[in-house]
């Protein structure tokens, strides 16, 4: 499942100002002038900034006191990225309604909404499940990454499968699967 076009066009016009201006307040990568209008983005150099923003919330809410013509519906979902979640994931299946995630720090099960092309689209032919580092973001009332995903090289073993596979069930049981943060 990914977001609508337009949702998904909605996204990247918030994020990327987003970006740009902690990119100007931190002064991180002086290669990066402006991602909101670059036509190609090395996702390294991106990465770094978005560590700053995740590692320093609160410059959301500098950015948009200085952004005042933002719409009140932009404003929230901007804000709402202060929501985030961070770490390693297993990808461990794809649904028609999104992909599951599940955390390996805590075991917390996340449905994930790809933004322009789905995580089956993204990761095909990728074995899984799938260990990834991730950034997973509200969005109206679904979740999605921010688009920096940085995979790891590593097979999963018929256990570790297995035991994922049964916290998956076990979440779908009990509805205990995030489908908004």
Do not use: C
């Not at 991730?134 to 009332?141: E, H, I, K, N, Y």
Request: charged share 30%.
């Amino acid at each position: 499942m990914t977001l609508s076009q337009k949702d998904g066009q909605l996204y990247y016009k918030l994020w990327l100002p987003l970006l740009d201006y902690v990119n100007r307040k931190y002064q991180i990568n002086s290669k990066l002038k402006s991602m909101a209008t670059a036509k190609n983005l090395n996702p390294a150099d991106v990465k770094e900034v978005a560590n700053k923003l995740w590692s320093e919330v609160t410059v959301i809410d500098d950015y948009l006191k200085e952004n005042e013509d933002l719409s009140e519906e932009h404003k929230e979902i901007v804000r709402s990225w202060k929501r985030r979640i961070q770490g390693k994931f297993l990808m461990e299946r794809h649904l028609k309604k999104g992909t599951i995630f599940i955390s390996l720090e805590d075991e917390e099960v996340y449905q994930v909404s790809g933004i322009i092309s789905s995580w089956e689209e993204m990761f095909f032919g990728m074995p899984m499940p799938l260990i990834l580092e991730a950034t997973f973001l509200p969005f109206r009332d679904v979740i999605i990454s921010d688009g920096l995903v940085m995979p790891y090289n590593i097979i999963v073993g018929g256990g570790m499968k297995r035991m994922f596979k049964d916290v998956y069930i076990a979440a779908k049981k009990s509805g205990r699967i995030h489908q908004s943060l």
